[in-house]
């Protein structure tokens, strides 16, 4: 491999296969298919949340193995996001990277906060407005690398707090910024402007469909921004995602539902969407098992419930939770207690219209796309999230030897 090899990855969050073709004007996204490989098809983890899910995607882990096995840490007061590199409980392509010498950059990638030990250009996801509101330039400076300092003061203004997809457009031009003025040898960066209109506006709005094609744009202007830096020759773009979408119309309190049936004090829902992890106190699991599969196909919208078990064996989930339940197919679930159990959702509601968090093997699910030095023109049906970190790992000359096969999207 050259040693002068460079890698964009850029994981557009939620979009599919169904997406692009929707949108119909996206002419970066079609250029990378129809030039390079092309899986519309990714299996991906459970549960299908945006920060497991990236785990993944930079550790080549399951979320039992790498730690992060929901959005929010359930162990932890107030349920803060898990944000930070060192949540990871496993070694990621970041810490490969540099340990054989490369440069990184990090521009809001999930499950990347603080890592300045490892990431040499960073601008960490923002979890929560309450962390900004009052200074946005302040904690933006505060918690990137200070080498950055000009660039995001220069692109500030394009922010309205964390709305989209201002917060996409101001973090796309960092990137690009990043990319001409330092040419970091890999750069990861992550616009969810798709996902937010999804959960807002629906799958098939068009709004969304907007956001897909202002996706592209991003895309176009970090492959410009290669150009202009001199390094697109040498440069291999990978864009993907994470999950998709299912539509929903209504959403379940379980811990309602507990309460009510005097469960309550002894089983805890931690909702993930379209699932929920459930913890078990003072019960007997054979008991609460029991409990459970009772619930299934009633109005508490459950349609299967996993074993520790089963979540082990078959998605190498695992942590404190005993179970997991999956909704059916147009139910999301809420932690909420002391309120109705059921609540009709309409586009005026927080992610009234689709969200995820579903089994991997239910459609529409993630994609990925590579093109540049070395990679066949191919299109796969399918492959594992699990196979592309050791991907990133191959196109920058370094073999990962504990982790899945790469994917196979390479000439030799």
Known sequence: MPKDRRL???????????????????????????????????????????????????TGRTPGVHGIVSNEDFSKPGRPWFNDLSDLKSRSVIDCLKGCGKTVASCRWPVT????????????????????????????????????????????????????????????????EILRCFRPDVLFTHPACVDTYKHHTGIR????????????RMVGDLIQATRDAGTFESTVFVVLSDHGHNELD???????????????????????????????????????????????GDESGIERVFTKEELRERYGTFGAFSFMVESDAHTQFSNAIGTEIETRLTVDDHHGCSTHGHMPEKSPKPIFMAAGPNIAHRTITEASM???????????????????TPLDIFRD
């Open 205 to 216: 709005s068009s709004k969304t469909l907007e956001m897909v094609r202002l996706a592209d």
């Open 8 to 58: 964009v990855v850029i994981s557009i969050d939620a979009l599919t296969d169904d997406d692009i073709r929707r949108a119909g004007d996206t002419p970066n996204l079609d250029s990378i298919r129809e030039r390079g490989a092309y899986i519309p098809n990714i299996n991906g983890i459970y549960p299908s949340l945006t920060h497991p899910c990236h785990a993944t995607i930079i």
């Open 250 to 296: 209504r959403e379940i309190a379980l811990n309602e539902v507990f309460r009510r049936d005097g469960k309550g004090d002894r089983l805890v829902a931690d909702e993930c969407g379209h699932s929920a992890q459930i913890y078990v106190n003072g019960m007997a699991e054979s008991e609460a098992f029991e409990y459970l599969q009772s619930k299934v």
């Open 386 to 404: 699990l196979q592309e970190a050791p991907t990133f790992l191959k196109v920058m000359g370094i073999e990962a030897p504990d982790l899945e």
């Open 113 to 176: 906060a603080n890592g300045f030990d490892r990431i040499d250009y960073l601008i960490p996801e923002i979890t929560s407005e309450t962390l900004i509101k009052d200074d946005i330039l302040g904690y933006y400076l505060d918690n990137s690398s200070p080498i950055l300092k000009d660039i995001i003061e220069e692109h500030i203004v394009m922010l309205d707090l964390k709305s989209q997809p201002e917060e996409d457009l101001f973090s796309t031009a960092c990137a690009c």
